[in-house]
DNA sequence: CGGACATGATCGGACTGTCCGCACGTTTCG
DNA sequence: CGAAACGTGCGGACAGTCCGATCATGTCCG
């Protein structure tokens, strides 16, 4: 019995086997005699062997990768939707941008690939990836439930970039809508607005679950000083709708995603950014100048590359038996949408 | 140019340097010449020189802990707090016995250690943790926010279990309430109940940042056939304000932590389960047996590990710069508070 | 001026577990 | 009987870190 916790090679002394014998004999490789193994096994036992972990997963990476400069390839998957707004291409693009950057610290290549409609189809897919020995698939968002469940996800690991997946019911990244929609009109009260509007397509909610209706209908109910304004939530945007709406409540600052809601405010007489505001919920969706969230796709692809690599790292495939999701708050982002006060930090935690 | 990725031995060979001099010199430390630390750090860049983190982490504690056993070890860290209810500590339990779990499966041990109040103050936390060679650190749930930031995080990777923590802003787990609450929502919903009220303390929602009251909201906002109850919230619990609500809003199923109310609900001629129901928020939280939301303490616990022992074998510690939060949908389990129905499925997705 | 001592800069050894290739001895088979 | 196949075990190389050793130079004092 020594002072210091066994080791394979104080272990290896004692049995007098080489080191490698006993390290394959505890891994159970078929390399080495039955007999000897359990010997070994059972001296590791005794002597209350645990093997390091860290030594483990640095020497198997280190001698599977002998020679070749990169260690493992993961696969970004799009899905081709033809009504998919042409806006969402950038947040795709930078969802990318943040996975492949990430990967590639740690060690890892991205690989782009698009199924359904005008690519590939989900069988063709599997047979590609397995062929090429690509065990990791990152999902780009998809505007309706994408469906990968014919993959063969015993071979597989995933991570889906937005809430919520259930064909196959997987990990998922995505922003905290939630969350930073209260941050954001904490901010808003902080520069002087009492009655913030929210402006939204109906599916746009719907697929997060109503949380952008939720939390700005919590952030009325529990600040005294704000006026409720009720949403305004439409199946389709049109300008009659928002200029009735607008007239009738008078918000101070309107929160949405369609930016033409800017010039229909002007059309109603409001004064932006002097008397008037608008927040466009998700500034990597538009072009035009204004203050908003950044939802940081880039973030959410690295956060997801990261989860994807420690899965691989545990070497775990297949659908979990209890999804999560992993949620990143956006970040403010100032814009000459609104009028200018003391507030000072860059985050919205 | 070798076609192989630099290491820290061939660019000792090619400047003419040791590979302990150029890991020194690469890391700032105070050993090296000044002008040879540059000179290095310039020919890194060059090579495109990446150090591999798995076997930083590996040769740091191996190194540190000279002879001493080094293994895997979190630490699960209890803020002791006086006025904390007792049925929590069941749930910090289960939590624990998670994150043991699945930190075994990898090669890891859990010690737990109390601080605040009646034990360890974070100066002596932080000396012990140290000198212990611990570098991954779990903080259990605070019914306030803790405060950690005076722990020396460039040497610890932690993971809060709770919503949000502040001092330092860590990554953390938690259930997802608002999802949870809209599923539960559904279930009752298609087992006939068209009221439902919510019963909870003020404290509770808002450390949720109103997320139960939001979801709550959000569903009868969305769900034209449920008829409009709203929420009772109080700051402390008293039967005389449930009967005043319960009488007037007359709601035929309340969703809540506590318990006591299934009483005052017969008190008021409630028939339970023929006619009325309860269901409980958090089930780890009362003995009592009712229908109601598991939060799966044990798989937050053990995905919890997992996090954290992703970013130990990434050789990460520090505070991250964008903070996530990792949500896993709560369990529906069944109980004599309830009618039964038809719906079938165990999870609540 | 020379020896004792301090300081600065660099190096070597040892440490973890894994995987590939090699070696040695035995069995199989044409 | 010789060659090939197989079963079993061993050694080398690999990553980055930290402690102590080493060696050169500078400083101080008798």
Redesign the pocket.
């Known amino acids: 019995m020594s002072a210091s916790a066994p ?4 272990l290896a002394k004692q049995l ?6 006993v ?2 004999a ?2 159970g490789s078929p ?3 039955p007999k ?1 193994a359990e010997r070994v096994q059972k001296a590791a036992r005794e002597a209350g062997y645990r ?2 972990p860290l ?2 997963a ?3 990476e ?3 990768s ?1 020679g070749t400069a990169f260690r493992g390839v993961l696969a970004a998957v799009d899905f081709t939707e033809p009504e998919r707004p042409d806006a969402a291409a950038r947040f795709h693009r930078e969802l990318v941008v943040g996975a492949e950057t990430r990967a590639g610290e740690l060690g890892f290549k991205v690989e782009k690939f698009a199924v359904g409609h005008a690519g590939l189809s989900v069988q063709r897919l599997d047979s590609i990836l397995q062929s090429r020995g690509i065990h990791g698939v990152i999902l780009l968002p998809a505007w309706d439930e994408p469906d990968l469940s014919n993959l063969d996800w015993t071979r597989f690991a995933g991570i889906y970039t937005d809430y919520i997946i259930e064909r196959p019911a997987l990990h998922s990244v995505c922003s905290d809508h939630y969350r930073s929609l209260l941050a954001a009109l904490q901010r808003l009260a902080s520069l002087g607005y009492r009655q913030p509007g929210l402006f939204l397509q109906r599916h746009q909610d719907e697929r997060l679950q109503f949380r952008w209706g939720a939390a700005f209908r919590a952030f009325q109910e529990n600040q005294p000083e704000i006026r409720a304004v009720p949403p305004l939530i439409v199946d389709a945007y049109t300008k009659e709708a928002f200029v009735r709406w607008f007239k009738k409540h008078q918000p101070d600052v309107v929160l949405g995603h369609h930016t033409a809601a800017i010039d229909w405010m002007a059309d109603c007489g409001a004064e932006i950014p002097e008397r008037h505001g608008f927040v466009c919920l998700n500034k990597n969706m538009t072009t035009r100048p204004c203050a908003g969230l950044d939802l940081q796709p880039r973030t959410l692809g690295a956060r997801g590359a990261e989860l994807l690599i420690a899965q691989l790292q545990r070497n775990e495939t297949g659908i979990p038996e209890w999804p999560s999701t992993t949620t990143i708050p956006a970040r403010w982002s100032d814009g000459p949408t609104l009028r200018t006060g003391n507030a000072g930090h860059a985050r919205t935690p």
Do not use: F, I, P, Q
């Open positions: 080791t394979l090679r104080s007098g086997l080489s080191r490698t014998t390290s394959d505890l891994r390399r080495v005699d000897t093997r390091n030594a483990g640095l020497m198997s280190l001698r599977r002998r």
